[in-house]
């Protein structure tokens, strides 16, 4: 019985999945600017909602730091967490997304110079942090934490997925440095954190098909999870695009040239296994919602994912020249809003009961099962 009422006792706290909602509005900033036909005219919606996630992504910062400093334990149970522990890699991704629409917009309100110099650091800061979690939680996973043979989420790429958005980033900086040493090397270490990322998420997005297949969903609000699998994927389509592209004008012949073929040789078959993905994940989703799925934070992950398709979609459409990917990239985008609208409405009603804030103080294991959940 004090097992049962240690696993249902909860604490009002920040937890590192808070920082979702910063991915998830900045992207919508990010994508809204490339996009085919009507990017330019979203310019000035881009730019609010950057600053709204650059305000949400340092006030979030400053909440999470005091906490730590004044509750240290918190952290720590977080940290030790298996479930909670995987939500580490948000704070890197946002600031990422963030340093990306900073390089984007940033330029319109106060030029390029200055953009420059305070992207470079959130691009520093989300890169290093995002590899060291990239290596830290899973290491952890491996080692310390207990977790059952139906344990496989959507979360566990969060950690992994960093170093992927980094080389999307990445290629951003690029067209902004001197044609030196430095150029190409950044060049290659960011399709090494390309790699550093496809692997684990490969490896990941495996299991997570074998827990569905072995134990179904839980039917509970993990199931939104399932859409963090389109965020490695889409993700990895923009990142082969934009380095592809960067390669150019980086480095010489025969290798630019292969390296922007490989934005198309790679970025086609993958966007369709992520549509395959969307089409499945949906279906789970709708027939989690009949059953009564009550919202959470988790619901920040029908957000960034789909935005990084459709940033992935726009890279397709610019190697391609393919009206089908041109339009596809705008539908998505109406999904993204779609799906940032569903989150926000949630997370404000959360706020105004105060549930939102109640994380649990102890593991609680989510049983999968087929049939009626």
């Known amino acids: 019985m004090t097992t049962n009422k240690q696993q249902i006792e909860l604490q009002k706290e ?29 310019v000035g919606f881009s730019t609010v909602v950057w600053l709204i ?13 005091y ?23 948000a704070p890197p991704m946002a600031f990422l997304t963030v340093a990306g629409g900073t390089l984007l917009l940033g330029p319109h309100l106060f030029g390029y110079p200055l953009a420059l110099n305070i992207a470079w650091p959130l691009f520093w800061i989300g890169t290093i942090s995002g590899i060291i979690t990239a290596i830290i939680i899973p290491y952890r996973l491996f080692t310390h934490n207990e977790v059952h043979d139906d344990a496989a989420f959507g979360g566990w790429l969060m950690p992994v997925v960093p ?70 994927l889409g993700q990895s389509i923009t990142a082969v695009g934009g380095l592809g592209t960067a390669a150019l004008f980086t480095v010489n012949e025969p290798i630019a040239s292969a390296m922007n073929v490989m934005a198309i040789l790679y970025g086609v078959p993958i966007w369709g296994f992520a549509m395959l993905w969307f089409c499945v994940a949906a279906l789970l989703t709708l027939r989690a919602i009949r059953r009564k799925m009550p919202f959470a934070l988790t ?60 994380n649990p103080t102890a593991v609680v294991h989510i049983k999968s099962k087929k049939g009626n959940n």
């Open 14 to 42: 920040m937890g590192p999945n808070w920082f979702a909602s910063v991915m998830g509005t900045g992207i919508i900033a990010n994508a809204a600017v490339g996009l085919p036909f009507i990017g330019k005219d979203l």
């Open 53 to 65: 996630a650059f305000a949400m992504l340092i006030f979030m910062t400053i909440v999470k730091t």
């Open 163 to 232: 170093p992927m958005v980094s080389a999307t980033i990445g290629s951003m900086f690029l067209s902004h440095m001197p044609h030196t040493t430095g150029q190409q090397t950044l060049l290659y270490g960011m399709y090494a954190c390309f790699g550093m990322s496809l692997m684990a998420s490969i490896i990941i997005i495996t299991l997570i098909w074998s827990r569905l297949a072995h134990a179904g969903t839980s039917g509970s609000a993990r199931v939104p999870t399932l859409w963090i699998v389109l965020g490695p």
């Open 299 to 358: 619901w920040w992950a029908f957000t960034f994912p789909v935005g990084t398709c459709v940033t992935g979609t726009t890279q397709l459409a610019l190697h391609t020249g393919l009206p089908v990917f041109q339009w596809a990239s705008i539908i998505l985008f109406a999904c993204l809003i779609l799906a940032w609208i569903t989150a926000t409405l949630g997370t404000f009603k959360g706020l105004k009961h105060g549930k939102i804030f109640n």
């Open 67 to 89: 906490q730590t400093i004044t509750k240290p334990h918190i952290i720590k149970r977080q940290f030790n967490d298996p479930v909670m522990s995987q939500f580490f890699g």
